[in-house]
């Protein structure tokens, strides 16, 4: 089984500020979150308080301004094309993706790509609140581990070093660069 992070890795950018960006512009009230999120965003990045989740909390707070369900799906039917084509090539049917995005964001490009499994974030798709931990880092390992108990990684791919812990678990790993593959170090 391959395993794939997902933004910048299959998916060119990071699909949740895209998305959140895609509803600001959408919904102008949700603009009357940004100062929260930018508070937010001073308190965890430029102080190192409180935790990523409470900063990702507030900017995911604009979806309560959203019709969701509605706004993912146009999100999809505009930005699919951001679906790197080297991904696309290397598709199998037992690809997992692993990844910090929530649920509610991710689950229907995934369907509509015929990727049975996903591992991502756990976000309410109306308020906003966490209802799990970050996908991210370590944590990749160990839900990847809570669902595939004795499962094997042949190859993983990511843009990121963050990703170490799942590389370090796959026989060979990939560092993504745009749709360049390079062995990981």
Known sequence: ???????KTIYKNDSSTDFLIYCLFKH???????????????KYFIFNKGRKEDFKEKAFSIIKYCDIDRDVADFWRKNKSKIKKFYLEHKREDDVIISASPRFLLEPIC?????????????DKNTGKFLSL???????VVRFKMKFKNAEVNKF?????????????????????????????
């Open 28 to 42: 102008p009230r949700a603009f009357s979150r940004i100062p929260s999120i930018i508070t937010g965003y001073v």
């Open 134 to 140: 970050n996908c991210w880092g370590k944590e990749k």
């Open 157 to 185: 791919y990511s843009d990121s070093f963050s990703d170490t812990p799942m590389a370090e678990l796959a026989d060979i790993a990939y560092l993504v660069k745009g749709e360049k593959l390079l062995p990981w170090k």
């Open 111 to 123: 369907n509509e790509l015929n990727i049975n499994h996903l591992i991502c974030t756990e976000v």
């Open 1 to 7: 089984m391959n395993a794939y992070d997902f933004d």
